[in-house]
């Protein structure tokens, strides 16, 4: 999972991408500009207890990447400014941060504070740039189609037409109701409205107090069918730094139950659609993402491709289960362990043993 992180200037983007990635990071460029990567280890307290179980070798958690590129400037459109958003079309979602907090000795790219029209601003920029691209696009089919060459994707030309009704309407390329194949068609533009959008909204301390309903309360209401998580990009960042048993006494303090970290990615395995489950063992324990509705050999072909295509059937157990059980055997004695076949359905929190012929 790749998540790429945009915002205005002196908007706590880069704070945020510290915290999400405590501090670990490495830069690159894109059309000579920075932008900064980093990869961190997926919380999940069902994979640490299985870990705990089998003591294994090795120990694997899923990987969340996250990108941050440079601010989005008002009037960078003029100047060129957005080339590198470039560096984010390979993302699977994206993190849009606003500011909330107010701070007189940090200017504001647009004079005041106000989350809303921000988020409409972001959402407006990156809707145009895919505007732009499927214009393009569309005119060179239409040259060519004017000197007698059809189109050599019917599929795509169609789907362009639809992306382009959207975008003209300000709604996103996957609001058009193109189908499979037309999505299929089209997906190597890397369109960013094809993508999911979650806001960020950074507060400080004594917004966060407040609850989160009332900041992200006048952009849901705007954008309804978006996803908003509200945090303190500042407080996060500090937490991250700090070892386990502080950060939890700092949490207790400020009224935090969950950290910023663990949040973002719930929310952006929502808006993906994305799914955990489970391989175990003395050689190693490791976490697997899949899409919601994978089949079973879809999920064997996520650990190797040999096993998708070798697939006979899995042995499943639901980590509840086995966590009741406490060993695999007891769990087989209790009839807890169960076989599936081709058509199953892989649930979050599935432990599976792939059997396989190739």
């Keep these: 999972m790749k998540i790429g992180i945009l915002g205005l200037p002196q908007a706590g983007k880069t704070m945020l991408f510290q915290a999400l990635t405590r501090g670990q990071a490495q830069a690159t460029s894109s059309r000579g500009e920075k932008v900064h990567l ?7 307290r069902r994979l640490d207890h299985l870990g705990a179980m ?21 009037g960078g459109r003029e100047r060129g400014a957005l080339a590198a958003l470039t560096a984010l079309r390979d993302v699977d979602a994206y993190a849009l941060v606003v500011r909330a907090f107010a701070d007189p000795s940090v200017a504001h790219a647009m004079e005041t504070v106000d989350p809303a029209r921000d988020a409409g601003w972001l959402l407006g920029e990156l809707l145009l740039e895919d505007l732009a691209l499927v214009e393009r696009r569309l005119e060179r089919i239409d040259k060519a189609i004017k000197v007698g060459k059809k189109p050599e994707d019917a599929n795509e030309h169609e789907a362009l037409k639809l992306a382009r009704l959207a975008l003209e309407a300000e709604r996103p390329v996957r609001t058009a109701g193109l ?8 997906r190597g533009f890397q369109l960013f409205s094809m993508r999911p959008w979650i806001f960020v909204v950074n507060a400080d301390d004594e917004q966060m107090k ?8 006048p952009l849901a ?15 996060e960042a500090e937490l991250a730094l700090l070892p386990e048993d502080e950060a939890r006494e ?27 489950f489970f391989t175990v063992g003395p050689d190693e324990v490791r976490a697997w993402t899949i899409r919601k509705g994978s089949t079973a050999p879809q999920a064997a072909g996520e650990i190797h491709s040999d ?8 042995e499943v157990i639901g980590y509840d ?18 076989t599936e076949g081709r058509d199953y359905k892989v649930l979050d929190g599935d432990i599976l043993n792939i059997r396989f012929s190739v």
């Design 38 to 44: 980093g990869s961190v280890s997926v919380p999940d």
């Design 54 to 74: 089998y003591k294994p070798k090795k120990f694997t958690p899923a990987k969340v990447d996250y990108v941050d590129a440079p601010a989005l400037e008002t």
């Design 179 to 186: 189908s499979a194949a037309q999505e299929r068609s089209i």
């Design 210 to 217: 407040t609850g989160e309903a009332s900041l992200v309360g």
């Design 221 to 235: 209401q705007r954008f309804p069918a978006l996803r908003a998580i509200a945090l303190s990009a500042k407080t």
């Design 250 to 276: 700092f949490m207790g303090v400020l009224g935090i139950e969950e950290p910023g970290l663990t949040r973002m990615i719930h929310i952006c395995f929502d808006a993906l659609g994305l799914l955990s």
């Design 307 to 314: 096993l998708e295509r070798g697939f006979i059937r899995a």
């Design 321 to 338: 289960d086995l966590a009741k059980s406490q060993t695999m055997a007891k769990a087989r004695e209790q009839g807890l362990l169960r």
